[in-house]
């Protein structure tokens, strides 16, 4: 067995101790929230999870973009294309309209990870997730999406609106994300100056509160209180989804194969709950990071990227699980020597205490589904 410091091993068991006690009196394993996850362009050495520690006066955010989906000419299926930018940029010198262009262009690959065989359609639960785009130069940014069906009648498809900022703090942008959608329903030009508050307002110090005032027709005026979390480690993760998805044991082991720097891939259907879980499995390494390639959620075109054989941690979802599991996965199966049995105890037991009843909650959901298939064949969206 690879010597492994004491130190390290203390600093990083108690800092999956802190992650879950600092969180879990504060939230519960119930029913799914509609929360921030994440995605990620430019895989390699994306470290996004550990973001900087903002002291507060930053700008909220970069752009607000939204991507539709356009017909191909002369052909049936769709491809994801910006329809609106805010704010438009002018006056750019080469180098910036350059990286601006790429940033563009890179973006509706990622608000619509899925593929492109959309049809239209008349029912669409909306879908709430994010990806981080790595510069060349290890700056990030991230993107805050909210995919949902436009305001009207009859079959039409969905659109995205995408937030990108350098800042972390999920919880925050998803309530930011709750006031565009509540004025998209009404016009565009309704969003616009709740955007243009917003973009002229500092970003608050860790504990501090910014209120915007807005109007809406029909509502008046309104004002919105943003309050960004005390605890800059924390605010950018979200662990209800890994809780909720996975058992404690689970959990353990999926930090082991981080620490040990394996391939990692998450599989789940629902763009949140992929990256939710993956973007709160990485920031279990906390103090230290996951230095490899980091792919939230892979969008289809990128699917070879688990062919890579380095290490990766990655999120795919459910439909493209075959595609992903003809490539070879090695299974080592010496993650539980990673921790001491006795060490092991002592964090499930701990983690167990977080949140009564808990575990048996992990149990019960897994029976629940196995007993589904069992009975019937699970339903498919239907996207064509």
């Known amino acids: 067995m690879p010597y492994r410091p004491k130190k390290m091993e203390r600093q990083v068991v108690g800092g999956i101790l802190r992650r879950f006690r600092n969180w879990l009196p504060r939230h519960g394993a119930g029913p799914p929230q509609d929360n921030l ?45 910006i329809t609106y930018q805010f704010p438009k940029r002018e006056n750019l010198l080469r180098g910036q309209q350059e990286e601006e262009e790429r940033l563009l262009g890179a973006i509706p690959l990622f608000c619509f990870p899925d593929g492109n065989e959309w049809a239209p359609l008349t029912e669409y639960p909306r879908e709430t997730f994010s990806f981080v785009l790595t510069n060349v130069d290890g700056s990030r940014k991230i993107g805050y999406c909210r995919r949902l069906l436009p305001a009207g009648r009859g079959p039409r498809l969905p659109r995205v609106y995408c937030i990108i900022s350098c800042i972390g703090c999920f919880g925050l942008f998803s309530k930011i994300l709750d006031e565009v959608e509540k004025r998209h329903q009404i016009s565009m030009a309704v969003i616009y100056p709740f955007m243009q508050g917003l973009r002229e307002a500092a970003f608050p110090a860790p504990g501090k ?32 989804s890994l809780l909720r998805c ?56 990128l699917l070879a990227t688990v062919c890579c054989p380095t ?59 196995e007993e589904r298939k069992k009975q019937k064949k699970p339903k498919e969206k239907t996207l064509k």
């Not at 930090?255 to 891939?265: D, G, H, P, T």
């Open 37 to 81: 996850g994440e995605v990620v362009k430019e895989p390699e050495r994306a470290q996004e999870h550990c973001l900087p520690n903002f002291a507060g006066g930053q700008h909220f955010f970069e752009y607000l973009l939204v991507v539709s989906l356009k017909k191909k000419p002369s052909v049936d299926d769709y491809e994801p294309t």
């Open 209 to 240: 509160t910014v209120t915007l005032k807005s109007f809406i027709p029909d509502s008046g005026t309104e004002f919105i209180s943003l309050t960004r979390p005390l605890d800059s480690h924390l605010e950018h993760v979200d662990f209800s």
């Open 246 to 301: 996975l058992s404690f044991e689970q959990i353990l082991q999926i930090f082991a194969s981080a620490v040990l720097e394996r391939r990692i891939i998450f599989l789940a259907e629902g763009l949140s709950t992929l990256s939710q879980c993956i973007h709160a499995a990485a920031a279990l390494l906390y103090p230290f990071s996951w230095a490899h390639t980091y792919i939230p959620v892979v969008p289809e075109s």
């Open 311 to 369: 290490p990766f941690m990655v999120g795919v979802q459910m439909r493209f699980r075959q595609e992903v599991m003809e490539s070879p996965m090695e299974e080592v199966g010496d993650e539980k020597d990673i921790l001491p049995p006795k060490l092991q105890e002592d964090i499930l037991e701990s983690l167990g205490q977080g949140i009564k009843g808990s575990q048996s909650y992990f149990q019960q959901k897994i029976l629940e589904y």
